[in-house]
């Protein structure tokens, strides 16, 4: 079961990301990584392994920005390496994405984009997403991640950020669960509510078939074909050990509930 993590805002993304990543270690994974927009570009840090593997990889090479998110990969298509851990960027490195789930057509997605000259660097479904955000990219990121969505098949959670529009982080959800999370003049995001509680207990969930988009100023709801959607954050009173058992009295009682959704994450890609 992966995690996603995403900041905005005044503060240095990495730690905030970083940590959020480890309030989501009870989901399970094999790999992490994160990508800071810093300077005019992005740059990626990524480890196969525990986040222990990825802290020492930044403790070399810390990326200084405002603007982040990161991921930790349960491996589904390719083996948990450097190379197929999350974040994945285009060719030219402009954008850069995490994916919870499963992209059904990505074998037919990936010829493709082979035939049109893309080079691949990993074995994920993940990567064609963010060569088809980049090529349909023409000044509205928005609008670049419907078009990739709406040629993408399966159950999934996505989210994009561009050094183009290094403000702004994209989101969609397709069945796998995102949550944000409202701070001063700073934005979080998440695949659980545990990532954000250290900073924030105003949230929003992002429902089914729903894009958003975040800067430090706030989060706009849109239905993925950008149909606009009212909602007003709630207020989360659990604290962060409540929330990691996700509402049930014990860890075991949640894992019981939680095991055919593991089953099928496990199965992903292998049958």
Same mark, same amino acid.
């Given at each position: 079961?992966?995690?996603?993590?995403? =900041?905005?805002?005044? /503060? /240095?993304?990495?730690?905030?990301?970083? !940590?959020? #990543? @480890?309030?989501?270690?009870?989901?399970?994974?094999?790999?992490?990584?994160?990508?800071?927009?810093?300077?005019?570009?992005?740059?990626?840090?990524?480890?196969?392994?525990?986040?222990?593997?990825?802290?020492?990889?930044?403790?070399?090479?810390?990326? $200084?920005?405002?603007? +982040?998110? %990161?991921?930790?990969?349960?491996?589904?298509? +390719?083996?948990?390496?450097?190379?197929?851990?999350?974040?994945?960027?285009?060719? /030219?490195?402009?954008?850069?994405?995490?994916?919870?789930?499963?992209?059904?057509?990505?074998?037919? *997605?990936?010829?493709?984009?082979?035939?049109?000259?893309?080079?691949?660097?990993?074995?994920?479904?993940? $990567?064609? *997403?963010?060569?088809?955000?980049?090529? =349909? =990219?023409?000044?509205?990121? @928005?609008?670049?991640?419907?078009?990739?969505?709406?040629?993408?098949?399966?159950? =999934?959670? *996505?989210?994009?950020?561009?050094?183009?529009?290094?403000?702004?982080?994209?989101?969609? @959800?397709?069945?796998?669960?995102?949550?944000?999370?409202? +701070?001063?003049?700073?934005?979080?995001?998440?695949?659980?509510?545990?990532? *954000? #509680? $250290?900073?924030?207990?105003?949230?929003?969930?992002?429902?089914?078939?729903?894009?958003?988009?975040?800067?430090?100023?706030?989060?706009?709801?849109?239905?993925? +074909?950008?149909?606009?959607?009212?909602?007003?954050?709630?207020?989360? !009173?659990?604290?962060?050990?409540?929330?990691?058992?996700? %509402?049930?009295?014990?860890?075991?009682?949640? !894992?019981?509930? $939680?095991?055919?959704?593991?089953?099928?994450?496990?199965?992903?890609?292998?049958?």
């Amino acid at each position: 079961m992966c995690g996603i993590m995403g =900041y905005v805002g005044p /503060q /240095q993304a990495a730690p905030i990301v970083l !940590e959020g #990543l @480890r309030r989501l270690e009870y989901r399970g994974y094999d790999s992490a990584g994160l990508a800071i927009i810093e300077g005019n570009g992005i740059t990626v840090r990524k480890a196969a392994g525990k986040i222990a593997n990825l802290d020492a990889v930044l403790s070399n090479a810390n990326p $200084e920005g405002t603007l +982040g998110i %990161g991921h930790t990969r349960w491996a589904t298509h +390719g083996p948990p390496t450097d190379s197929n851990a999350h974040p994945h960027t285009n060719m /030219q490195a402009t954008f850069a994405v995490v994916h919870n789930g499963i992209i059904e057509n990505f074998a037919d *997605l990936k010829a493709e984009l082979e035939e049109s000259g893309v080079e691949f660097v990993s074995q994920t479904d993940t $990567e064609v *997403l963010a060569h088809l955000v980049g090529q =349909y =990219y023409d000044g509205d990121l @928005r609008e670049a991640v419907r078009k990739a969505v709406d040629r993408a098949v399966g159950a =999934y959670a *996505l989210v994009v950020m561009t050094s183009h529009e290094p403000d702004h982080i994209v989101a969609v @959800r397709m069945i796998s669960p995102l949550v944000v999370g409202f +701070g001063e003049g700073e934005m979080f995001l998440a695949s659980g509510v545990p990532a *954000l #509680l $250290e900073h924030t207990r105003s949230m929003m969930v992002i429902e089914d078939g729903e894009m958003v988009s975040l800067t430090a100023d706030g989060a706009v709801v849109t239905t993925i +074909g950008g149909e606009p959607i009212d909602r007003s954050p709630v207020d989360v !009173e659990w604290d962060v050990e409540a929330a990691e058992k996700g %509402g049930f009295d014990h860890f075991m009682l949640k !894992e019981i509930h $939680e095991q055919p959704e593991v089953v099928a994450e496990t199965l992903m890609g292998r049958i």
